[in-house]
């Protein structure tokens, strides 16, 4: 038999015996656990760490015309790189778990035939300073790249070796994961940490974290650390600007098809891609294959890519499903917000506002949505 | 003691060292692993089109390499690129996969100038097929278009294994040239043998064509279409599809009898990399088949 129609409880179920052993079982089960641990202690515990494996965190790289610091998540060398208050990293910390370029396979040619080698291997890695919206992020790429059909191996083997400690941070002006429902994380990571004064309250999600944690004098919760705790949330809580209605945008996404607000936005779209690049869910992609000059290796490399870009939709012999820049945001939008949610129950997007700030020719998601939605109420 | 982070090699995974069941879909597998296969035999059809047998060469690979009607392969030239192409032979063959194949693009191009022996890659079967069983007991209307025939000509060697559970079988072939027409040399076959109407129709005509002239719409009015009790299959080009549907509603049947086959574009096949998505759906996974009903409701489908 074959093609059965399995349900997607049977699914997840045969996904749970035969594919996510421990770390990934474990990101279903909230942080229950909780510590602190005081700021010095938390450098020595980053610079233990940082001897004996790659650790990743937000570094200034440049600074933009306004001068203000522009942020990448890149491998640390030393804990004075990392800056623990950062505001927002210029691309998502997706590269990590889809990088840009990744080779799938490698093909030995010979004179009759090839030999092909998959490589899957991935050294561990610790990412620090990943914020609630990147974390949920990775809980929604998680939902296409394994727990639906075709768990993506290559992805498994990153998120596999990927430890993930996350960290609280007032929200940007345009930040509107509030409204994605994206603000905070209850899983999908090894630990969390909220700054609270002169040390990090700490979330404990995996038997790894809490091991690290412990050998650097992580202290129990004291009542005055769990009330400076609630007090910052309530805060970060406070600071949110930015709202946006998606309660509606699924149907929106539907009834406003032939909108002009597409067009309107649309023809200002360069094309670019940009949007696609630094949001942490975009996950299209494209597959190319090459030979090496000596004609004896060839490379099935995959590739990030963005629905944007003009040949997204063509086909062997020229034709184009969606010729027009306009009709290409729009299908943009329509898989955020309403292929996704379809799909999963939730929208793609997780309202960091990244592609807002990339784009050249000022585009942003609030100023789209919020555009369909007046137009539906006229 | 050591803050080293404990590394899981996936290599070590079982499923790192078995070849992948492309049929069960929900278990972690070497997605990119291809089955080597080798080109047996090589028909040319047309000016265009060659007809490749493919053979997959590790036997357990072959035995367990399975698909239904209607389904598609990831064709893979190394250092070349991967397509998507519809399997074009009868399930029952269990050793050769036949794959019809169009000149044109960069790998189809050089697929093209391949000689017999040469060792491609497969990847598959991937998504959904005509629903066979379901048409037990009921007239079948194939309506193909150029390049179309190819994923239907799976469906009537099907039709041919179980010809009694099917009442009338018509086949409406539409091409642009006499030249262009795929598999003729298989028509007097599907005919006498298959017990299969077959009625074709060219756009533009050639020289030593006696058949109709004219659209593939044309070809209705010799073909009296019982509403309650017919299924179609339905693939071409998209701006076919338009007017056939259009007539075959207007005639009866109802849109959930109706099926076709989409062509995107796939650099995946496994519902990852979103190239063949239309509206919030994708190709390679709900589709390539669909019934009708659910591409009107795809935005951008036809």
Known sequence: MQDVVVSHSIVKKILDIFCFPTALQQRKINAMLFKTITKENFKKMVEGLMEENEVIGPKSRDRDKEGNKIYRFLKLNSFDELEMDYTRSYSSPKDYFLPFKEDLATYRLEDKGWDQKIHCTIHPRIIIG???????????????????????????????????????????????????????????????????????????????????????????????????????????????????????????????????????????????????????????????????????????????????????????????FRPDAHIRLKYRYYHQFRGFEEAFNQSLCVGCNRCGKACPAGISPKAVIDDLIKTEKK | ?????????????????????????????????????????????????????????????????????????????????????????????????????????????????????????????????????????????????????????????????????????TILYGAKEPGQILFDYQFEEWHKIFDLKILTIVQNRGENWEGRVGLITDLFDEVPIDPDNTFAIVCGPPVMFKFVFAHLTNVGIPRQRMFLSLERRMHCGMGKCCRCNVGSTFTCLDGPVFDYWTVMNLKEAI
């Open chain 1, 130 to 320: 990943m914020r609630a919206c990147d974390i949920n992020a990775l809980l929604k790429l998680d939902q296409v790249m394994l727990k639906s059909a075709y768990p993506n191996p290559y992805y498994f083997a990153r998120r596999r070796n990927t430890l993930i400690i996350g960290l609280d941070h007032e929200p940007l002006e345009d930040c509107f994961c509030r409204s994605m429902n994206t603000d905070t994380a209850s899983h999908g990571f090894d630990l969390f940490l909220t700054d609270i004064g002169d040390r990090y309250f700490a979330a404990i999600n995996s038997d790894t974290a809490y091991i690290v944690l412990n050998r650097f004098n992580a202290r129990e919760v004291t009542e005055e650390d769990q009330l400076r705790y609630k007090r910052v949330k309530k805060q970060v809580e406070s600071k949110f600007k930015t709202q946006v209605d998606i309660t509606i945008l699924p149907e929106l996404m539907d009834l406003e098809f032939e909108s002009e607000v597409w067009k309107k936005w649309g023809d200002k779209c360069l094309s670019c891609g940009s949007c696609a690049m630094v949001c942490p869910t975009c996950y299209c992609y494209g597959v190319e294959e090459d030979i090496d000059l000596s004609f004896t290796q060839a490379t099935k490399r995959r590739f990030l890519y963005s629905c944007n870009l003009i040949d997204f939709a063509t086909v062997a012999g020229g034709y184009n």
């Open chain 2, 1 to 169: 003691m050591s803050l080293k982070i404990p590394q899981h090699d996936i290599n070590l995974e079982p499923f790192m060292s078995r070849p992948p069941d492309f049929n069960r879909k929900s278990i972690l597998m070497q997605t990119e692993q291809s089955f080597k296969s080798e080109i047996f035999n090589i028909i040319p059809l047309t000016a265009w089109e060659k007809l490749f047998d493919i053979r997959i060469c590790d036997p357990y690979e072959r035995e367990q390499f399975t698909f239904l009607p209607g389904q598609f392969v990831m064709l893979e030239l190394p250092g070349c690129g991967e397509v998507p192409i519809s399997i074009s032979s009868s399930i029952s063959n269990k050793e050769f996969i036949e794959l019809c194949i169009r000149k044109v693009g960069k790998v189809t191009g050089m697929l093209h100038r391949l000689e017999p022996g040469a060792i491609v890659g497969i990847r598959g079967p991937f998504g959904t097929h005509f629903p066979m069983q379901k048409m037990v007991g009921c007239n079948i209307l194939l309506i193909a278009g150029g390049l179309g025939i190819a994923p239907l000509r799976s469906t009537i060697y099907w039709a041919n294994e179980h010809r009694s559970d099917y009442e009338d079988i």
